[in-house]
C-alpha cells in the first residue's frame, strides 16, 4: 500500500492551465479505472471533483477534467480561478478492497 | 442535503481506545459501502478501512489492521470505527466518507490526539 506519487506543488495564473499527475503502478492507478480525484481548502474536508479517471459529480465545473495514460493519471484546472487554490488529491482503487491516495499538490494561483 | 457528523474524537493515552461515530442524513445510507479516511496534521489523505453497505465485509490499511474494527448500525444510519492499542502515528482528523471506492460525501471530521 504505498502512496501515489503527486508532484508537491503547481501554480498557474488566473485563466491559464495547470496539470498535475499522479503516477502509480499496475497494480492500482494501471490496473483499474478507478482514480479519484479530490480538492481540499484549509481547514476544510476534501471535495469529490473527479471519479472513475475522467467523470465529474454533479455541480463541479468542466474546467475540472481527468485523464489516465498507463501508470500515471492527470487532473488538468482550465481557466485558473482564484478560489482553486487548494490542495489536491488523487486516490486509486488497488486491489482486494484496498484504497491509495496520492501526497497531495498544492495549487497555487499566481 | 447530505450530512456526514463525526464525533468521538479526543486526548488519548498511548494504548487507550476510541470509538468514532458517524450520524449520516440526506441520503439512503444503507445502500452506501462507507469509508474512514484520516488525515494527520500538515499532511495528506491515507485510507484507513471500508465496509460494505449489508456491513458483512469489511476492509483495513496495513497500519491499523488488527487493532481497528469498522462496523455500521444501518438502523441508525451510523457508522462506527473502534480504535483500539492506540499509537501517537494515530494522532489525525479521521474522516467519514460515503461511497467507494470514489468518496462522494465526507464528514467534517473529528479529531483524535494520542499522547501522554
Known amino acids: 500500500q504505498s502512496a501515489l506519487t503527486q508532484p508537491p506543488s503547481a501554480s498557474g495564473s488566473p485563466g491559464q492551465s495547470v496539470t498535475i499527475s499522479c503516477t502509480g503502478t499496475s497494480s492500482d492507478v494501471g490496473g483499474y479505472n478507478y482514480v479519484s480525484w479530490y480538492q481540499q481548502h484549509p481547514g476544510k474536508a476534501p471535495k469529490l471533483i473527479i471519479y472513475?479517471?475522467?467523470k465529474r459529480p454533479s455541480g463541479v465545473p468542466d474546467r475540472f477534467s481527468g485523464s489516465k495514460s498507463g501508470n500515471t493519471a492527470s487532473l488538468t484546472v482550465s481557466g485558473l480561478q482564484p478560489e482553486d487554490e487548494a490542495d489536491f488529491y488523487c486516490?486509486?482503487?488497488?486491489?482486494?478492497?484496498?484504497?491509495?491516495f496520492g501526497g497531495g499538490t498544492k495549487v497555487t494561483v499566481l | 442535503e447530505v450530512q456526514l457528523v463525526e464525533s468521538g474524537g479526543g486526548l488519548v493515552q498511548p494504548g487507550g481506545s476510541l470509538r468514532l461515530s458517524c450520524a449520516a442524513s440526506?441520503?439512503?445510507?444503507?445502500?452506501?459501502?462507507m469509508q474512514w479516511v484520516r488525515q494527520a496534521p500538515g499532511k495528506g489523505l491515507v485510507w484507513v478501512s471500508r465496509i460494505n453497505s449489508p456491513g458483512t465485509s469489511t476492509t483495513y490499511a496495513d497500519s491499523v489492521k488488527g487493532r481497528f474494527t469498522i462496523s455500521r448500525d444501518n438502523a441508525k444510519n451510523t457508522l462506527y470505527l473502534q480504535m483500539n492499542s492506540l499509537r501517537a502515528e494515530d494522532t489525525a482528523m479521521y474522516y467519514c466518507?460515503?461511497?467507494?471506492?470514489?468518496?462522494?460525501?465526507w464528514g467534517q471530521g473529528t479529531l483524535v490526539t494520542v499522547s501522554s
Open positions: 472513475e479517471v475522467s
Open positions: 486516490s486509486s482503487y488497488a486491489g482486494n478492497s484496498n484504497l491509495v
Open positions: 466518507v460515503g461511497g467507494w471506492p470514489q468518496g462522494n460525501y
Open positions: 440526506g441520503f439512503i445510507f444503507s445502500n452506501f459501502w
